[in-house]
């Protein structure tokens, strides 16, 4: 399948690493690939300079976001929660393509921890569903650091990762995605339509808190049944 | 320890009669003790009219909110979380006192799911905190269904229950009455201080999504780490 990865973070990269490995034809998405080959810091959120990585990935080409948008039938949104929407108009149209949305809005304008830009009522991939409504908008991965999203058997299994979106078709074909790149399908839950995003975004705040309380992001969430319900 | 639940509904009784079997000298507290006995219909929220329990838990007095508040050391707060402020005016002073909140605030004026009726910037608990600045405050419990909270041992360990507060000595005496009706101190996680209600309080719309999707409310979450951080 081909592949789009939108976003150059710790996320874009591990996805779009994952992904090319399961044997997908991947690009990685950027508004200036010049430029972001060009940086020699560490972002804000962790991500060194991605210069050697992109070495270490010759087999996945850093293109502008029209030409991402050009070359998916799936388009994975690993940008900035708060620049998604924007990032999102760079890569369309989506006619009929697969968004899946692995951000979070975060507003890190008053700090840590982070604010959510949209919540309750509304969240980030209803938004960029209603954006482009001929496109099929499947929420995952935002609830989970990046190592964990694309090697979930570096925690002790059964935890769960979830997905939501309108579309079950394009549910499948993610589902199917997260099973090619190391997820047991067991541990894939089905939370319902796109509004369940709104529940998903909003684990954040408490990913947060563990995060600072555990000093670690190696972590994730498992639900546990009683015995008799498996 | 002299301990008053306030709220009549599921969560309410099962922690009055989970503490009292642990050996507190606890009471119920409810707005008007003789309408609520005399309460014929099942609540919103499910909860049976609470005569057959009255009669079965005798050692349990329900009383009115003033009354329970002159009781307690420690108040529960088990009511809606939209009620729950009224509640606590109701029941104070609360100077010195511990309040441990285990309410949402859920708001069903939209239907199901409810959304919450403060969040991102704000939560619950911190309103409680500042509108009785000399109690002090731990959120605790509202993660999870009633059943869980004083039987944790009916689904398999470990799974995790959070504290938060801002006063050590409060959260202390909380954990203590946690470990007491049943919870390893292993499961409990603090999470540092009562901003952090926030995190635990924007955890229920995944909850929620989650009832929906397992159609049972009897479960709870993990936190799943890397096996040597153990």
């Known amino acids: 399948m081909k592949i789009s990865v939108i976003g150059t973070g710790l996320a874009g ?30 972002s804000p959120t962790g991500a060194p300079p991605i210069g050697p990585w992109h070495d270490a ?9 029209a030409e991402a948008g050009g070359h998916g ?4 949104n690993a ?9 999102l108009h760079a890569t369309a149209p989506h006619d009929g393509k697969i968004i899946m949305d692995v951000a979070n809005p975060l507003d890190f304008s ?12 509304d969240s980030l991939a ?17 609830t989970m650091n990046h190592l964990v999203m694309v090697d979930p058997h570096r925690l002790p299994r059964p935890h769960n990762v979830f997905v939501a979106g309108d579309d079950p078709g394009a549910k499948a074909t993610v589902s199917g995605l997260l099973e090619q790149i190391g997820w047991p399908p067991a541990d894939i839950l089905d939370l319902g339509g796109i509004s369940s ?18 000093g670690s ?7 546990v049944r009683p015995e008799q319900s498996g």
Not at 73 to 76: A, G, K, T, W
Request: proline share 6%; charged share 20%.
């Open 13 to 42: 990269r591990a996805l779009a690493a994952k992904i090319a490995h399961a044997g997908h034809a991947v690009v990685l998405g950027t508004r200036d690939p010049d430029q972001t080959l060009a940086r020699t810091e560490t």
């Open 57 to 65: 990935h010759r087999n996945i080409p850093l293109v502008a976001l």
């Open 73 to 76: 039938e799936l388009i994975v």
């Open 79 to 87: 940008t900035a929660g708060t620049a998604s929407l924007a990032a």
């Open 110 to 121: 008053r700090g840590f921890p982070p604010t959510l830009s949209v919540c309750n009522t």
């Open 126 to 142: 209803e938004q960029i569903q209603r954006e482009f409504p001929a496109a099929r908008v499947v929420k995952t991965f935002n």
């Open 197 to 214: 995003a709104r529940a998903m975004e909003m684990y954040l705040p408490l990913w947060l808190a563990l995060l600072q309380s555990l």
């Open 217 to 223: 992001w190696d972590f994730n969430i498992r639900i």
